[in-house]
């Protein structure tokens, strides 16, 4: 597709933002964007009663609830714990609950609304979350309306049974063994939701939402991708040799056709954002939370992204293909087989697609400055991932009848 051809489409979903933040910020009905005001009892009463899951809508009364010193990064929400005390002989809910709603920052605000992965999120609590096979943070109450967001959850720090990864345990990367549970958590995912009817799918998570795949993201992200790249060029923030640069440019200039080929499957339900950060261990077993690109694909996908992200270069290739074997060991104890070498050969080219996001990352500021010391590690990572795995020549193969 054409410059051109992408224009409306792009036009439609940035004007649609633009709309949406300034009816918000004009609205005094809008969900609220500072969380003292969100943490008034009667607000937080109202969004359960409303918004809320299952038996949550029907919890006693809340009399008093506050902002808690405990914080939890995110490169575009405002996360934070919430600490709560019922009125005397009402049923009691949770003593504390995790709180997720948008930065102030008009600009993060504005540009994931055009990407919609709010909406994708709270889509995903409300339909897929009760089907995983693995535990992911149960949610309380959420809702979107116009450009916000407000999701209650379950918070994970007062388990103490569960250990929580941090930035700090990518930057350092993690032990084989945790690799292989996390894989084994994947394995479960991609087992469980393997190659669903097309109308299931879609009455799950809809094509709409879907990064990369929907008409919208399929329109945005070669925009996304080549400014991005431009902009850390230019500030520095990277270097590339002339055939990664040439590498990253022919896949951004064929993404439909990479789009179309990747998804013919075998398709499942892919996390989509599967660093060591997502997951968390819970006994024996690893979880994982933060669901904002949650996508139909290839499970391959999630490894690809998940072992380049998380373990440093040197120890990655030295057991890379003997983690993906075990992977696709863990598929067949499910009943799902798949050839090593097929796979392999995806894992090969997901490549890209995890270099194309730390670039699009690092090229739009990352969004919040603590990324600064994760990032250009992650960005090492990946070249080293695309140059061992042949990035180039998978593309000269894949795009020959392109």
């Known amino acids: ?48 009663r409303e918004d809320g899951l299952g038996v949550y809508r029907q919890l006693g009364a809340i009399e008093s609830a506050r902002l808690l010193d405990i914080q939890s990064i995110s490169s575009n929400c405002n996360n934070r714990v919430l600490g709560l ?37 709270c889509e995903f609590y409300r339909k897929l979350a009760p089907r995983l096979p693995v535990r992911t943070p149960q949610a309380y109450s959420m809702t979107t309306r116009g450009s916000r967001f407000v999701m209650l959850m379950e918070n994970l720090h007062d388990d103490p049974s569960v250990v929580l990864h941090t930035n700090q345990d990518m930057i350092s990367g993690v ?39 929907s008409p919208v993201m399929r329109a945005i992200t070669p925009l996304m991708g080549r400014t991005a ?12 040799s002339a055939a990664q640069q040439h590498w990253y440019q022919r896949a951004i200039n064929n993404w439909d056709y990479l789009v179309d080929y990747w998804g013919r499957g075998p398709l499942t ?49 030295a057991n890379e293909q ?10 067949a104890s ?9 796979v392999w050969y995806q894992y090969r080219g997901f490549s890209f697609q995890t270099w194309m996001t730390i670039v699009v990352s690092m090229g739009f500021g990352a969004m919040t400055e603590h990324m600064d010391e994760l990032m250009p590690e992650i960005h090492r990572r990946c070249l080293a991932s695309i140059e061992r795995l042949q990035l180039g020549s998978w593309l000269d193969e894949v795009l020959a009848d392109a």
């Open 269 to 317: 339900l892919v996390h989509g954002d599967s660093h060591i950060g997502n997951h968390f261990l819970h006994g024996d077993e690893a979880g994982m939370l933060d669901w904002q690109a949650a996508q139909w694909g290839q499970g391959i996908r999630d490894v690809q992204y998940f072992l380049t992200d998380s373990l440093p270069a040197d120890v990655l290739a």
């Open 85 to 121: 005390e019922y009125m005397e002989g009402a049923a009691a809910g949770p003593a504390t609950m995790f709180l997720k709603m948008p930065v102030r920052s008009l600009a993060t605000r504005f540009f994931f609304n055009v990407i919609m992965v709010w909406e994708l999120e």
């Open 229 to 240: 790249l431009n902009n850390c060029l230019r500030s520095g923030a990277i270097e590339l």
């Open 334 to 342: 499910h009943g799902v087989v798949l050839d090593f070498a097929d």
């Open 175 to 213: 032990s084989i063994d945790l690799a292989r549970r996390c894989l084994a958590t994947m394995a479960r995912i991609h087992a469980e939701f393997h190659e669903l009817a097309e109308a299931e799918r879609e009455a799950l998570l809809p094509l709409r939402l879907q990064p990369f795949n």
């Open 1 to 48: 597709m054409t410059m051109t051809a992408r224009l409306p489409t792009v036009l439609t979903q940035l004007c649609k933002s633009l709309f949406l933040n300034g009816r918000d910020a004009l609205n005094p009905g809008a969900l609220p964007l500072s969380d003292e005001r969100l943490v008034q009892p009667k607000v937080l009463q109202q969004l359960l």
């Open 322 to 331: 003997a983690l993906v074997e075990y992977y696709l060991e863990l598929l």
